[in-house]
C-alpha cells in the first residue's frame, strides 16, 4: 500500500489531497517537523533531507511534494491522470512556477500574520512579501481569466498543486480582491470534497 510520511499541517497537505482525489488506499505515517521525528536512521533512509513529506510506493520513495504529486497523476487512471504531454507539460511549469515564484513569499506571509508568536510577528514582511507577490498573482489572474483552471478545463494536479500552496493566502486572510479570478478558481479548488474531508480531519484533531 502506499504511504506517506508527514502530517496535515505540513507541506504533506498538498500529498494527501493528492491522494484523497486518486483515491486509491495509502496509509498516513505520522510525522512532525521536529529533529527527533525526521533525525532518526530510518527516517534518513528515505529521505535524506530530513523532511516531509516522503511517498513510499513499493520499491519506490519520492520526496519533494510536487514530484510526489506529479508521480500520482502519472501512475493512476482517472480524472487525476494527465491525458496527454500536454497537460503534464503544464502541470510542470505550474508547479515549478508555484516553488520558485511564490510558495516563499506566502510561507512567509503567513508566519508574520499568524503563525508566529505575536511578539516575533513584524508588519513590514507582511507588507513587502504583499507588494512582491502583486506580480505573480496577477500573472496567476490573468491566466485563469483565459481558461478556468491551468491546464484545461477540468481541476488537475496543475491546480491542486498551485493551490496547495495558495491556501496558506487564506489562512492567513491575505487580501485577494485584487484577483477575482484567482479568487473564483481557488475557492472552486478548496471546495473539493477531498480537500474538506481532509480540512475537517485535521481540524478534529
Ligand atoms: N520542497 C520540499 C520542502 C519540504 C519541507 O520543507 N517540509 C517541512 C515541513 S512543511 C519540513 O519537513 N521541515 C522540517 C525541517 O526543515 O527541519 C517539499 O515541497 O516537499
Known sequence: MLQLYGNPRSRAMRCLWMLEEVG??????????????LQTAEYLRLNPNARIPTLVDGDLVLWESMAINLYLA??????????????????????FWAVLEIEHLLLNFL????????????????ERNELLLKKPLGVLNDALAVRGYLAGNSFTVAD????????????????????????RWLDACLARPAYVRLRDQARRK
Open 24 to 37: 486509491r488506499p495509502y496509509q498516513l505515517v505520522e510525522k512532525t517537523t521536529h529533529a527527533d521525528d
Open 160 to 183: 491542486l498543486n498551485v493551490a496547495g500552496i495558495l491556501m496558506w493566502g487564506k489562512m492567513a486572510r491575505m487580501d485577494l480582491s485584487a484577483y477575482p479570478e484567482l479568487t
Open 74 to 95: 502519472q501512475r493512476y487512471d482517472g480524472p487525476m491522470h494527465c491525458a496527454g504531454p500536454e497537460v503534464l507539460g503544464l502541470a510542470a511549469q505550474w508547479s
Open 111 to 126: 508566519e508574520h500574520r499568524a503563525l508566529l508568536a505575536e511578539f516575533a510577528r513584524d508588519p513590514s514582511v507582511t
